[in-house]
């Protein structure tokens, strides 16, 4: 593997977050006085593993020889004929063990745990990729795992469930609420609140309290940094265009925070679900506005009273009305453009790839995959668009089926 | 002063311990909130606190969670609340703590909901997400508003940090009995930590909350603090229909219990 180690972009321009968590504006810490001294106790354990190279050694060794690092950067030769523009490379998180590019982080993760002697891990789950991955390392390293996961996306992503069973997670359906990624979080916070002691918490994406957006930004840049090095040597350039979906964002901060510096256009695209007027979208920060939900202030979608508005898109990953605070403050610096596309754009697009490339991707992904038709316009012959590919799409066949009738 | 301090000095010099009372805003109906602050404070209690319902309430356990949606439901706003609050005023001295989330005040405005909150009576407001480190976004517009900022520690704060959340509080110093949401079952009333923070916060009355239901659990609380809040048992009998005058006699057999000798 090559590129630097993880956390050592901190020094470059983008040097968020601060010493408080924030990402100008973003971050913070709000949550319950209950939880203060564990996160102060994880942002030390963090900072320590991060500067130990025996650590570094293990977290890498993990992810080349459990998690299937690094993965390819495929040229999308079929997709790029398709747009007769410039030329597009898939980033194939989808061929991360467990598939998708969540091990990353919970590889990371699980060894702060084992760091900190926390015997009991918790985690909350959307499609139920990041709960998988929770569970996959919980059970490689011995631990006690209980993952969170709301009701509606138990039922849209059963396959799944089996999975996180079948490595020895219990998996507990949240009723409260929106039923889907929102509350499984909330749930997940009163375990961590009630069992702090043993338990350890590992959130799945770029949101949370500080440190955690910070500390999974940190393990998801191993996908920008294998890129910068796998491009280098394919194209002999730095990408001109990167693309991600964005949920939470942590596949999406993954692949921009290695090129922040850089001057490549990078698009993050959310889920518009039936459309951005319908009110039924996960578009938070095409339609929020800035406001606290689990343990930051970051954009929100919220209603006049300021309550957390539900959020809808067929993709179960991507249906959570906030989002990491540091893409707050990429947009509203100006350096990442967040778009939106619909529930139906998304269903074309995974046809569509599925069709012409021979990768069936996961929802999630095909919204990043769904915006290309609009950015290949602005590209020219000889530009480079780098798509991550942030997960494969067996967990939705059914969804697929269904919608291809 | 505000009449929250008047009160708790009060009852300090008369050595005698503090019943405070939390209800959910808009629970059980819409329009529940100013006769039941009335019955409560005529029933013994010294403090209401209102709960301004959220969306997402992470550091409640399921009876409070189940008060705030129907509350929401109802059709509870912050401005609702403040009507409730004068509507209160108009006949009661009761001090009156708001207790709720941070993201309904943001979107508010901070500056017109302390403005507001103070003329409307309000003595004092209790964000739990809202972390001493955090509060200093808040500190001008407490000072500003005479507003109590009455924050919150727990077991698992160190000694040193429970002196700082002292110093930086108001009003009271909300001391949370268990890791746990509100109304989760304790391992009993952790006296040693009760008896940390009474040698740690010396600036400030402690009142002990989370998770104490009964005359007995309450006594025993208040024999190491200044006094005990009680929430998730009181919305507990709302929700189950109890009549106001039964509701009304279990606050009177524990205002006893606390000032029995």
Known sequence: MTGPRIGEERGSPFSWPDGRGYFGLYGGQFVPETLVPALRELESTYESARDDSAFQEEYLRLLIDFAGRPTPLTFAERLTAHYGRGRVYLKREDLCHTGAHKINNTVGQILLALRSGKTRIIAETGAGQHGVATATVAAKMGLECCVYMGEDDVARQRLNVRRMEMLGATVVTVRSGSRTLKDATSEAIRDWVSNVEDTFYIIGSVVGPHPYPMMVRDFQSVIGRETSSQIQKKEGKAPDFLLACVGGGSNAIGLFHPFLGTRAVMTGVEAAGEGLDSLRHAATLTRGRPGVLHGSLSYLLQDANGQVQLAHSISAGLDYPGVGPEHSALKDSGRVRYVSVTDAEALEAARLISRLEGIIPALETAHALAYLKTLMNETRKDDVVVVSLSGRGDKDMETYSTHSR | ?261
């Not at chain 2, 002196?163 to 746990?180: K, M, N, P, Q």
């Not at chain 2, 509100?182 to 040693?192: C, I, L, N, Q, V």
């Not at chain 2, 009181?234 to 205002?255: F, M, N």
């Open chain 2, 1 to 261: 002063m505000n009449r929250l301090t008047a009160v708790l000095s009060f009852l300090r010099d008369r050595k005698k311990k503090a019943l405070a009372l939390f209800l959910t805003a808009g629970y059980p109906a819409g329009d529940s909130t100013p006769g039941l602050v009335l019955s409560l404070a005529g029933a013994g209690a010294d403090i209401i606190e209102i709960g301004m319902p959220f969306s997402d309430p992470l550091a409640d356990g399921p009876v409070i969670q189940q008060s705030s949606a129907v509350a929401l439901e109802n059709g509870v706003t912050i401005a609702g609340i403040l009507d409730a609050v004068r509507t209160i005023r108009k006949t009661s001295p009761v001090p009156l703590v708001l207790m709720g989330y941070i993201n309904p005040i943001l979107s508010y405005g901070v500056e017109r909901f302390f403005r507001d909150a103070s003329s409307s009576g309000v003595d004092g407001v209790i964000l739990p997400e809202l972390t001493l480190e955090e509060s200093v976004r808040f500190r001008d517009e407490f000072s500003r508003s005479g507003l109590s900022q009455i924050l919150l520690v727990a077991p698992t704060t160190p000694s040193d940090r429970v002196t700082a959340i002292d110093e930086a509080s108001g009003g009271f110093l909300y001391c949370v009995s268990t890791t746990g949401v509100t109304g989760s079952a304790g391992k009993g009333t952790p006296d040693e930590f009760l008896a940390r923070v009474r040698k740690c916060a010396t600036k400030n009355p402690v009142l002990v909350g989370f998770g104490i239901s009964t005359a007995g659990e309450a006594r025993h609380a208040a024999l190491l603090s200044d006094g005990v809040i009680i929430g998730s048992a009181l919305i507990r009998r709302l929700s189950q229909g109890e009549p106001i005058g039964s509701i009304t006699a279990w606050v009177s057999s524990i205002r006893d219990a606390l000032s029995a000798e």
